[in-house]
């Protein structure tokens, strides 16, 4: 960090800023993230409330040592019309896969998905997990 400043920027930098500038933005980050798995409930509640046959399940671990709400664990999305596509357009197969999520959250995001009648991919449903385990 300390020779890309110097190199871009022609300015010397000690490796104390450089450590408090990463500190920072590391920080900055992390609150980020705080505030918007924050709004996961107010999502969850719109989504429910936009598409009212809908499945969202979002569970949270209990924070009951601290003032913070819980934090959140899993979060699962099915829609009720992608459900009655598969149900009556679709073949009676569907595929599961994972990705890892790489930041500083981490977790999985697995999906289900189906195969219409002209073999094109059909979402059926998504989850974020925190590993793919058997609870999850």
């Given at each position: 960090?300390?020779?890309?400043?110097?190199?871009?920027?022609?300015?010397?930098?000690?490796?104390?800023?450089?450590?408090?500038a990463k500190s920072r933005a590391?920080?900055?980050?992390?609150?980020?993230?705080?505030?918007?798995?924050?709004?996961?409930?107010?999502?969850?509640?719109?989504?429910?409330?936009?598409?009212?046959?809908?499945?969202?399940?979002?569970?949270?671990?209990?924070?009951?040592?601290?003032?913070?709400?819980?934090?959140?664990?899993?979060?699962?999305?099915?829609?009720?019309?992608?459900?009655?596509?598969?149900?009556?357009?679709?073949?009676?197969?569907?595929?599961?896969?994972?990705?890892?999520?790489?930041?500083?959250?981490?977790?999985?995001?697995?999906?289900?998905?189906?195969?219409?009648?002209?073999?094109?991919?059909?979402?059926?449903?998504?989850?974020?997990?925190?590993?793919?385990?058997?609870?999850?």
């Amino acid at each position: 960090m300390k020779a890309e400043i110097q190199k871009q920027y022609e300015i010397i930098v000690d490796l104390r800023k450089c450590r408090r500038a990463k500190s920072r933005a590391l920080n900055a980050i992390d609150g980020l993230f705080k505030k918007q798995y924050g709004l996961l409930k107010a999502y969850m509640r719109e989504l429910l409330r936009s598409n009212d046959v809908s499945t969202c399940i979002l569970k949270v671990t209990d924070q009951s040592d601290s003032s913070e709400s819980g934090v959140s664990q899993r979060f699962y999305v099915c829609f009720a019309a992608m459900k009655r596509g598969f149900a009556n357009n679709c073949r009676p197969i569907f595929g599961l896969d994972g990705c890892f999520l790489k930041h500083a959250c981490g977790g999985q995001l697995l999906s289900a998905v189906g195969r219409d009648d002209n073999n094109q991919m059909w979402p059926i449903t998504w989850a974020v997990v925190e590993a793919e385990t058997r609870s999850s």
